[in-house]
């Protein structure tokens, strides 16, 4: 069992920057995919970017160029770095792990954390 802790959500201005971690304990956290979603109020939950165990990484064109991921596989964690953010990027954030690069990918991990908010003031 992998257990995921999503933290570094808050307030901030549009044009700001956040970092969001995901800190992973249990299993073999280090050999799986790991992606984050999020979900806007009314609205589906959506793709956001996603790094497999090797450090390849996959964005949706919304957050591309502005967003990064990366890992620290000594600390079992996931960081999407945040840059230049829009009130259109206010959601819960999601980080989700699987062995499956592209059953991460499509949402159905089998691993989720509760979530961090992010809001984004214009």
């Known amino acids: 069992q992998v257990q995921l802790v999503e933290s570094g959500g808050r307030l901030v201005q549009a044009g700001g920057s956040l970092r ?27 793709f956001v970017a996603t790094i497999t165990w090797s450090g390849g990484s996959t964005y949706s064109d919304s957050v591309k160029g502005r967003f990064s991921i990366s890992r620290d596989h000594a600390k079992n964690t996931v960081s999407l770095q945040m840059n230049n953010l829009k009130p259109e990027d206010t959601a819960v954030y999601y980080c989700t792990a699987d062995p499956s690069f592209d059953t991460v990918v499509a949402g159905a991990g089998a691993y989720w954390g509760q979530g961090t908010q992010v809001s984004v003031s214009s």
């Open 20 to 46: 969001l971690s995901c800190a992973a304990s249990g299993g073999t956290f280090s050999l799986y995919a790991v992606g984050w979603f999020r979900q806007a109020p009314g609205k589906e939950r959506e």
